[in-house]
């Protein structure tokens, strides 16, 4: 069994994960147990955790799917759910879904009356090697990306990759790009594993999603409030978060799922570290070449460029009105509280716009 003890929380990776949430539930004297999913995972995901889990008299709370949804509108439809269902204090809830199901569902949870215990099961893999672990919780403010929310550890995460075997190729993409950038700020060995991921590789998949996991591990351990090291997390995130709201808000770009917008700002914000701090020109070359081939590039105009670095005030990593970047002087060696120019950044999207790939 592979598995992650922390102080209030447990993270564990298939084999022997339903055994331990069976167990656990079993062994707590919950009074409701509500399993909240949104229309896909209820489709897809909930006929696996009721074969897998032996819970009596569970509740099903169905939410929308897709991130516009990841919001407070959405919290006051579970909040009215679970009250009208008569959750209590001593109830638990189970979010079985992907990235939105999760943080939304951590967040209904950790202030429905002041909070109550809940377990993530994700079933993206974006949400195994991102979502799983570090406690965050939240949904949008608008298109603004997690502007409202807390910091709080589910009690175990359950990560089963037979989900992933429901997933359409783009979302697998999507929770690669999450893999690719722990390898950027931590080991290069891991880098190199990462593009080579493939899902129908049972075995190897299950290998490369639990050092994931071990990595994000490792960071949050040291630094569980984001005050350090954790910010390096953050890596590709400053310019993707922004990127991927500007899309949400305006028709006639394409709709980006978070993966996709975060390969992009990975993009940018290695181009930045070689403008900064000299990070390699063959390195950032071939970690660019790399990413197009698995994201398709995106048009941004002069005018698209200016609203996306507008929305970057909103970043979460921001103080005292300076927006603050995460960098890279090489990989695995990353450089916190970065300030840049416009000039810079529009120098990245010229440098994504006009790469030509090999």
């Not at 893999?179 to 060995?189: F, P, V």
């Not at 390969?263 to 660019?288: C, H, P, R, V, W």
């Amino acid at each position: 069994m592979k598995k992650i003890k922390r102080e209030n929380s447990t993270v564990v990776c298939n084999d022997g994960c339903w055994e331990y949430l069976n167990d656990s539930v079993a062994g707590s004297n919950y009074s409701k147990i509500f399993v909240l999913v949104d229309t896909e995972t209820k489709k897809h995901c909930l006929p696996l955790f009721i074969e897998k889990t032996s819970l009596d008299k569970i509740e099903i709370i169905t939410i929308p799917v897709g991130e516009i949804y990841k919001s407070i509108e959405t919290c006051l439809l579970v909040w009215n759910a679970l009250s009208k269902k008569g959750a209590d204090r001593q109830s638990l809830l189970i979010n079985l879904g992907g990235g939105v199901v999760t943080d939304l569902g951590g967040f209904v949870a950790s202030t429905y009356q002041r909070g109550i215990s809940f377990i993530n099961i994700p079933t993206s893999l974006l949400a195994m090697v991102d979502a799983s672990v570090g406690g965050k919780n939240g949904v949008d403010l608008g298109n603004l990306k997690n502007q409202i929310g807390v910091i709080k550890d589910p009690i175990a995460v359950i990560v089963d990759s037979h989900f992933l075997k429901t997933l359409p190729k783009d979302h697998i993409t999507s929770g690669k790009a999450e893999m690719i950038k722990h390898g950027l700020i931590t080991s290069e060995n891991y880098l190199k594993k990462t593009w080579e991921f493939k899902v129908d590789n049972t075995s190897e998949a299950e290998e490369l999603i639990w050092e994931s996991i071990l990595i994000k591990n490792k960071i949050v351990t040291q630094d569980p409030t984001e005050k350090g090291i954790r910010k390096t997390l953050n890596y590709g995130h400053t310019m993707g978060h922004a990127i991927e709201s500007y899309c949400l808000d305006h028709a006639k770009k394409p709709t980006l799922l978070h993966g996709e917008a975060i390969a992009i700002g990975l993009i940018l914000e290695t181009y930045i570290s070689s403008e900064m701090f000299d990070f390699s020109q063959d390195k950032l070359n071939e970690i660019t070449d790399k990413l197009l081939a698995i994201f398709p590039k995106v048009s941004f105009n002069d005018n698209d460029i200016d609203e996306i670095i507008k929305l970057l005030i909103f970043d979460k990593k921001n103080t005292h009105g300076t927006i603050q970047f995460v960098l890279l002087s090489d990989i695995g060696k990353s450089k916190t509280s970065c300030v840049i120019s416009n000039d810079i950044l529009k120098k990245a999207f010229k440098f994504y716009k006009n790469f030509i790939t090999k």
